[in-house]
């Protein structure tokens, strides 16, 4: 059973930074894209960052461009988010996800597989 699970979430101010960990396990995700979603309470969870784990090529929203960072480290099957110069509008739940066609995919459809999401919240 593929399972994802994320950490790293908190609390930090405006211009601060975090690292958000997705942990795979339970299945190899080699030939997958991994990417990262955000929901805020009443919209829609929107993309953020993926990277396709086979070539390591990466794609950002344009909101997050220059500040967020996606990369893999394959041998501890985990896929990082590096979050710097942290804004109020970035105060979300971070979700990790998994889909199997290795392509450069944006809808949160795509994606098969889900962790349980981790907070970030910005303070002002």
């Known amino acids: 059973q593929a399972h994802l699970r994320e950490s790293g979430g908190g609390l930090v101010q405006t211009g601060g930074s975090l690292r958000l960990s997705c942990a795979a396990s339970?299945?190899?995700?080699?030939?997958?894209?991994m990417g990262w979603f955000r929901q805020t309470p009443g919209k829609e969870r929107e993309f953020v960052a993926l990277?396709?784990?086979?070539?390591?090529?990466?794609r950002y929203a344009d909101p997050v461009k220059g500040r967020f960072t996606i990369s893999r480290d394959n041998a501890k099957n985990t896929v990082y988010l590096q979050m710097n110069s942290l804004k109020p509008e970035d105060t979300a739940v971070y979700y990790c996800?998994?889909?199997?066609?290795?392509?450069?995919?944006?809808?949160?459809?795509?994606?098969?597989?889900w962790g349980q999401g981790t907070q970030v919240t910005v303070s002002s």
């Open positions: 990277i396709r784990w086979s070539s390591g090529s990466t």
């Open positions: 339970g299945r190899s995700f080699s030939g997958y894209t």
């Open positions: 996800a998994a889909n199997s066609w290795d392509t450069i995919a944006t809808m949160p459809t795509i994606y098969g597989y």
